[in-house]
C-alpha cells in the first residue's frame, strides 16, 4: 500500500487537524506515516515552522489548511497506475 508522509511535531494542533482531515479521504487507500520533525536535524531545517506538510514520492502535495483538490488528483492518479 503506497505511503504518504506527514511532516509533523508534538504539540501542533495544525497538524492533528491536518491529519484528521486526512485519514477519511485515505482510509484502504494509502497509509499515513507521520514524521516528526524534531527527530531529525535536516527535517526540522527544512519545515521548521511550515509544518504540517504533506509529501508523496518525495513531491509536495499539501501544506496547512490541507489541499483536497490535490489529495483527489493524487489518488486518481493512483487509482490509474493501478488500472494500467
Do not use: F
Not at 3 to 28: A, F, K, M, N, W
Not at 46 to 56: A, L, Q, S, T, W
Amino acid at each position: 500500500m503506497p505511503t504518504l508522509q506527514v511532516y509533523s511535531r508534538q504539540g501542533c494542533h495544525l497538524c492533528e487537524v491536518l491529519i484528521e482531515d486526512l485519514l477519511p479521504l485515505l482510509r484502504g487507500i494509502m497509509e499515513i506515516e507521520v514524521r516528526d520533525i524534531d527527530s531529525r536535524p535536516e527535517w526540522r531545517a527544512k519545515y521548521d515552522i511550515r509544518v504540517p506538510v504533506v509529501e508523496y514520492d518525495d513531491r509536495l502535495v499539501s501544506e496547512y489548511p490541507l489541499d483536497h483538490n490535490a489529495i483527489s488528483e493524487l489518488l486518481a492518479g493512483l487509482a490509474a497506475e493501478a488500472a494500467e
